[in-house]
């Protein structure tokens, strides 16, 4: 059969377009019935395979739905060959940054863990006693309390313990931080029998000594302990830049430092926050210095984690050393968490007592009524200064006795003041009188022990003015309280 002219041509087409676009055949199972469709090809062959079956066009299952053909034809055009190009070096740069920011993970993952672990190994204590002496909170979510201790080493003396001792309660769930300030001259009964400053549990049993005795007598188990020496709190300190404190009082005391600060807000470098740390000849050194350690203390690890933890802190690994802890080096990074930020409850307290000399070194004696009052609140998450003032208020004034004294030439002053002390219930036995010499700038109360210091802020409060302070060996008196009306008195009666 001769095919016509426009028939070989419409044949030729549709076989060409067969070429780029047939991907498969379908076959009809009844080739009988499939005869009557005719597809006409200029080749024998395809017409044959044409007539068995029925060819159905399926598009191409590409990005673009077009043909292999079609697909060919436009690689080799000047745009496809650029874009290529370009897709290519995307591809090489974003396998060159994966491959950057991979390596700088592993070798921040191995500097990280290289560090850790030198810190580790330098200020772990590996001290069974020291782990048996403490006692871990039930869950992580439990307040505890952590004992510091800040070694005082002078080059040519012998050490005779820690002159700053600090216990810290940390509630992490309400973000409650309290310092608890125990004087370092505390009298305690060590495992020996005998009397001696809380300083020199060290020397008497270690570490696990001190813990304990800090424990027995605070009547709290003690979760953490923290050791360091004041050359390396100066360390770390110049390593954050610095602290900020507003100091009460100068700083002026030869066994600290020789080095002097005034009162108010200050900028403390290293060797300053260390003096300030460690200083006590206060007016009233327990209230005093308790404040001034919570503010170097929580300045420093509060600066610690807004850097982003101890890793941030360049010099920490040098210093390690003199840094001590039950802790590892990721534990005190967790630690520091509670301490940071501007909505911390931060709260201080003293520890209940008073000084007075013992051969002629000033000791201190503590009060354990108040201790086991004033720890129960505090242990109950209270603020330790409300906690203060309800033992104030528990005082009853009529049981104690107050010897009243002109000392600033104020006229009418110490019969004003003794009027004042009569309403609130106090006994005043002997009508007021001068003292020897009219030089008192400030209204004091003094008391004798421990036992008293309460009853003194209850006749401070009940003036309305002045400040308590030991008796010490400088007063003598035969009442529970003696009242020295200063020259900064203000008349509180008409």
């Known amino acids: 059969m001769i095919m016509k002219r426009n028939d070989k041509r419409a044949s030729e087409e549709l076989s060409r377009q067969l070429n780029e676009s047939q991907l498969g055949t379908h076959i009809v199972h009844n080739s009988e019935r499939a005869s009557n469709t005719h597809v006409n090809f200029g080749n024998q062959r395809r017409q044959s395979k044409a007539n068995r079956g029925v060819v159905t066009h399926v598009t191409p299952n590409t990005r673009s739905r077009e043909s292999q053909a079609s697909y060919a034809r436009r690689r080799r055009t000047p745009d496809y060959v650029l874009a290529d190009i370009r897709k290519r ?14 390596a700088a993970l592993v070798v921040w993952l191995v500097s990280s863990f290289v560090f850790s672990s030198s810190v580790d190994n330098k200020i772990k204590i590996n001290d069974s006693q020291v782990t048996s002496a403490l006692t871990a909170p039930s869950s992580s979510t439990d307040p505890y309390y952590v004992l510091v201790a800040g070694e005082s080493m002078e080059e040519g003396k012998r050490y005779q313990g820690p002159r700053m001792l600090v216990l810290v309660r940390v509630d992490p769930q309400n973000k409650q931080v309290t310092y608890i300030t125990l004087p370092w001259n505390t009298q305690v009964t060590l495992a020996d029998g005998n009397e001696h400053p809380l300083s020199q549990a060290q020397e008497e049993g270690g570490d696990a000594e001190l813990i304990s005795t800090v424990s027995d007598l605070t009547g709290v188990s003690i979760a953490h302990f923290v050791k360091f020496q ?44 260390a003096t300030a740390a460690m200083a006590s000849n206060y007016s009233d050194p327990l209230t005093v210095q308790s404040k001034v350690q919570s503010q170097i203390l929580q300045a420093l690890v509060g600066s610690i984690e807004d850097k982003g933890g101890l890793s941030n802190i360049a010099t920490f690994d040098t210093i390690a050393g003199d840094f001590q802890t039950d802790l590892s080096y990721n534990e005190v990074n967790d630690l520091l968490a509670p301490f940071a930020g501007a909505d911390v409850d931060v709260r201080t307290a003293a520890l209940p007592g008073s000084y007075a000399a013992s051969n002629g070194v000033p000791v201190f004696t503590t009060s354990k009524t108040g201790i086991q009052q004033i720890m129960s609140l505090i242990d109950q998450g209270q603020d330790p200064a409300q906690a203060q003032q309800e033992l104030i208020d528990s005082v009853d004034a009529s049981q104690y006795t107050v010897t009243v004294k002109n000392g600033g030439g104020v006229t009418g002053a110490a019969a004003a003041a003794a009027q004042l002390l009569s309403a609130q219930g106090f006994q005043i036995p002997a009508t007021p009188d001068n003292t020897q010499q009219q030089v008192y700038t400030e209204t004091l109360v003094v008391y004798k022990n421990s036992d008293t210091k309460e009853a003194a802020e209850a006749a401070v409060q009940a003036m309305g003015q002045g400040r308590t302070t030991s008796a010490s060996a400088y007063y003598s008196f035969n009442t529970d309280l003696l009242v020295i009306v200063g020259k900064d008195w203000v008349s509180k009666t008409s």
């Open 89 to 102: 070096r995307r591809r090489r740069r974003a396998v060159t940054v994966a491959v950057v920011i991979i």
């Open 230 to 273: 004041n050359t390396s709190l100066a360390a770390l300190v110049d390593a954050i830049g610095g602290v900020s404190v507003d100091l009460p009082e100068s700083v002026d005391d030869p066994n600290a430092g020789t080095i002097y600060l005034d009162a108010g807000e200050q900028a403390l470098n290293g060797a300053q926050a």
